[in-house]
């Protein structure tokens, strides 16, 4: 009678048997795909020859090279005359003295970066030699291989490296931590700083520090093995801004530099504050960079505005968004102050004095352009002078509260529609009332010309024209 199925299998020699039919016959192990293992695990590859030569018969990952085989090491390798090769690329962080120690039956070579440094080659039978080598591994990734093959017998290798973690041997300061974050607990005004894990195969711990923003000097907070910790100092008021950084020490004693400072915000804050002024609405558009912090609530605008004769921040309103636009303000010429303040989760707002602040980057000294005309028209009269007409154009408001640098004087000849400025200047401010005159040449050839006077502003701003003033040249 034909056996109908048969399947028997091995973990490691893995054999597979199947019937074909009445046939039963081995079943060929897959063909070895590229393996990708884990970080800073072998990957392991089988040859059925000493050579490692021809694709492997088996690739798989190893996170340890000690292995003692009394028979065939896998499935489709023979007991004897079979090669066995691994290899992993792992970071090695800031380096230093390391030992590497093999031990094998028969032969074994380990490389550092395709360098040999452990040569044992030559038949043992089943007696296991060993080697041991101190050596320096600059900083960085390296890759790690070791071959081995067993001629004949017991196949026994085992390869180790391990840090020399004495200080007498190790002077290598350790990499500093990387990927610093924070985050700040609006609830109990406590910070939590979390870091990497460093590459360093011989770290010992890390320590915290903090100082606040504006001191020199560093508090140690603690000394941990973990990768994240909570500062006990509570923010008295949640507005006190700190640094923080980490160091790493090793078993050797050794301290890296500090990690870049990390600054913790327990308070959102606006960094910038720019303005715009339309002047056919009249109105400011403020603008700032959002805040994304995880406790950031809301904004508060406001200007500084005079009320009952003094000058206070008055709120224009709230808004989670960044940007506001006031209502219409006088285009008067004069400075307008704006400041943004922000408020957290906790309903903690940014400080805000009642005084103006030049180098607050959340506060807006902003030049609003100058729209309103002087208010009242110039007085205007006529004389003779040689070849023409003098015009003189006077103003007689008091010069500290004159609102314009100088006067205009327009002619067009009666019955036409045309102006010509005959003069436009500034005044002599030395003297009581401004004036300025011009001898304006004429033909003497009996027409009529009108005169008319007006002052400007330094914005360009006019004033109300004077009253039209004629005369007749006679002819000459």
């Known amino acids: 009678m034909h056996q109908k199925s048969l399947v028997a299998a091995r973990t490691g020699g893995a054999m597979a048997a199947v019937v074909l039919g009445s046939l039963l016959v081995a079943a060929p192990q897959a063909a070895a795909a590229d393996v990708t293992c884990s970080a800073n ?46 290899s992993v690329t792992r970071d090695f962080g800031s380096g230093g003295p390391f030992t590497f120690a093999a ?14 440094k452990i040569d044992l080659w030559k038949g043992t039978g089943d007696t296991a030699r060993s080697q041991s080598v101190n050596l320096t591994v600059p900083a960085g990734k390296h890759t790690l291989r070791v071959d081995y093959l067993n001629w004949t017998g017991a196949a026994k290798v085992k390869f180790t490296y391990t840090p020399r973690t004495a200080a007498v041997y190790d002077k290598t300061k350790p990499l500093f931590p990387t990927g610093v974050t924070t985050a700040y607990n609006t609830t109990t005004r406590k910070t939590t700083v979390s870091w990497y894990a460093n590459k360093e195969m011989d770290l010992a711990s890390y320590s915290l520090y903090r100082r606040p923003v504006g001191s020199s000097t560093w508090t ?6 973990a990768r994240s910790h909570t500062d006990p100092l509570v923010n008295p008021d949640d507005r006190t801004p700190y640094y923080y950084a980490v160091r790493a020490h090793d078993k050797a004693g050794n301290v890296s530099p500090g990690s870049a400072a990390v600054i913790v915000r327990p308070l959102p804050v606006v960094t910038s504050l720019t303005g715009t002024y339309d002047k056919a609405t009249g109105k400011v558009t403020l603008k700032w960079p959002l805040n994304t912090e995880p406790h950031f609530s809301h904004y508060t605008v406001l200007s500084n505005d005079k009320v009952e004769g003094s000058y206070v921040w008055v709120p224009l309103g709230t808004t989670t968004g960044n940007t506001w ?25 940014t400080y805000n004095p009642h005084w103006l602040d030049a180098n607050a980057p959340h506060e807006l000294w902003l030049g609003i352009p100058d729209g309103i005309a002087p208010a009242y028209a110039p007085d205007l009269t006529l004389g003779t002078c040689a070849g023409g007409v003098r ?5 007689s408001t008091p010069a500290p ?26 005044y002599d401010p030395r003297t009581a009332t401004a004036t300025a005159t011009v001898c304006d040449p004429l033909p003497a050839d009996g027409r009529t010309y009108e005169y008319r006077a007006r002052t400007y502003d330094a ?7 004077s009253e039209i003033r004629a005369v007749t040249v006679p002819v000459g």
């Open 41 to 86: 695990v072998f990957k392991r590859t089988f040859y059925k020859n000493t050579s490692f030569s021809g694709s492997p018969v088996k690739t798989d990952c190893d996170s340890a090279v000690s292995e003692s085989w009394s028979g065939s090491p896998a499935y489709g390798v023979p007991s004897n005359n079979f090669s066995v090769r691994w």
């Open 103 to 116: 031990s094998a039956t028969d032969g074994v070579r380990v490389y550092l970066d395709g360098v040999r």
């Open 220 to 225: 140690k907070v603690t000394t941990t093995a």
């Open 325 to 349: 636009t006031t209502g219409p303000v006088t285009p008067d010429g004069e400075w307008r102050h704006y400041r943004v303040l922000v408020t957290n989760d906790g309903g903690t707002t």
């Open 391 to 395: 015009a003189t154009a006077s103003d």
């Open 401 to 426: 509260i004159r609102d314009f640098i100088g006067l205009e004087i327009e002619r067009r000849e009666a019955g036409t529609d045309t102006w010509a400025v005959a003069l436009h200047q500034g």
């Open 459 to 465: 914005a360009g701003n006019y004033s109300p024209y």
